[in-house]
């Protein structure tokens, strides 16, 4: 991702995180074969679940990114992935909006040619 060029976003808001830490599972940190993520609490009689005083928060719609902001990077821009020179070619047009990522699946070869 373009970082070290000198390359500037065309626009570039405030990012803010409503919620930087993650929501955990219920009760995950009591048993370490318990997967710590989030899962939707269904127990009939759970406290958790009924949103009784002293529990986590919840996961709710209220804590969704603004969508001007989604998906942005730190420096601005919106990850594009690119598999060859060909789709590289595609950001010329866009370079103020959008940073070249390299796809995992790239050879060394290709990702030469692409840099």
């Known amino acids: 991702v373009g970082s070290a060029s000198k390359l500037r ?12 830490n993650k929501f955990v ?6 048993f370490k074969r318990m997967n710590p993520a989030w ?5 009939m009689d759970g406290r958790f679940r009924r949103n009784f005083k002293g529990t986590p928060k919840h ?8 969508t ?13 992935k690119v598999s060859n020179v060909k789709e590289l070619e595609l950001l010329l047009m866009h370079n103020k909006k959008y ?3 390299i796809a995992h699946n790239v050879s060394t070869r290709k990702r030469k040619a692409i840099v």
């Open 99 to 101: 940073a070249a990522e």
């Open 9 to 20: 976003p065309a626009t570039r808001p405030k990012i803010v995180k409503k919620k930087t």
């Open 39 to 43: 899962r939707k609490p269904h127990g």
């Open 59 to 66: 996961v709710k719609i209220g804590y969704g990114s603004n």
């Open 68 to 80: 001007k902001t989604r998906y942005l990077l730190p420096d601005g821009f919106h990850k594009f």
């Open 25 to 30: 599972r219920f009760e995950a940190d009591l």
